[in-house]
């Protein structure tokens, strides 16, 4: 059972960063299809950023510059560095898995695409 815990949220002013880790339960986070979502409240969640086991990383076009995923495998945690931030970047972040590519080759993948998703940990930006 893949199990994904996030963590590094918080509070932070506007023009700052933050980042964000996600543990990835598995034997090697690297054969997976990995994302991060966000989700505002009384919006629908939004795609972030995948990357997939060949380390290719896409973003959603409204962030890139800004957020950067990364992967330590050694580790098994996946990383998401945010910059710039503003309030409406404040949302509830959640990373997601997938054991096979299927969610990294779509441009856009919705959180269902993937079988494992995290509870998710808050950024709040004031």
């Known amino acids: 059972h893949v199990q994904l815990v996030e963590s590094g949220g918080g509070s932070v002013q506007a023009g700052g960063s933050l980042r964000l880790s996600c543990a990835v339960s598995?034997?090697?986070?690297?054969?997976?299809?990995l994302g991060w979502f966000r989700q505002a409240s009384g919006k629908e969640r939004e795609w972030v950023g995948s990357?997939?086991?060949?380390?290719?990383?896409n973003y959603a076009d409204s962030l890139k510059g800004r957020y950067t995923v990364s992967l330590d495998n050694a580790k098994k945690t996946l990383y998401l560095q945010m910059n710039s931030l503003t309030a409406d970047d404040t949302a509830m972040y959640y990373c997601?898995?997938?054991?096979?590519?299927?969610?990294?080759?779509?441009?856009?993948?919705?959180?269902?695409?993937?079988?494992?998703r995290g509870q998710g940990t808050q950024v709040t930006v004031s």
């Open positions: 598995v034997s090697s986070a690297n054969d997976y299809c």
């Open positions: 990357l997939d086991s060949d380390g290719r990383i």
């Open positions: 997601a898995a997938h054991q096979s590519p299927g969610p990294c080759l779509v441009p856009t993948p919705r959180p269902e695409l993937f079988t494992y």
